[in-house]
């Protein structure tokens, strides 16, 4: 399985971006998906994580009302939208995949990840 996400770049407080994670093979379905972020010098955290279908969802504390996590199986990808961007937004984001049948909030719970999309928030 690979990942490759996309989407990042540079965007003042207030914006929006909208972050993509493509997966290649076609077992799409199958895989609960996440967002996790790290911020320099900081360890990876948790952002957003999605269930096989799309019906389910959890986000972290920091995020919730801010970003939407969503996935289309039929193109095999997983998508961030990110409103209200703060400058602590600021981050790699990475997008992890695994085929566990619950949601994952933790990184030890996906055996694979992306490489990775710089996001900063700043004026």
């Known amino acids: 399985v690979q990942l490759q996400a996309s989407g990042g770049g540079w965007v003042q407080p207030g914006g929006s971006l909208r972050l993509s994670c493509a997966v290649s093979g076609q077992f799409f379905s199958y895989y609960t998906m996440g967002w996790f972020r790290q911020a320099p010098g900081k360890k990876r955290e948790f952002v957003a994580t999605?269930?096989?279908?799309?019906?389910?969802?959890d986000y972290a504390d920091s995020v919730k009302g801010r970003f939407t996590i969503s996935r289309d199986n039929a193109k095999n990808t997983m998508y961030l939208q990110m409103n209200s961007l703060k400058p602590e937004d600021t981050a790699v984001y990475y997008c992890?995949?695994?085929?566990?049948?619950?949601?994952?909030?933790?990184?030890?719970?996906?055996?694979?990840w992306g490489q990775g999309t710089l996001v900063t928030v700043s004026s």
């Open positions: 992890a995949a695994d085929g566990r049948a619950d949601l994952g909030t933790y990184v030890g719970g996906y055996d694979y």
């Open positions: 999605i269930s096989r279908s799309g019906d389910s969802t």
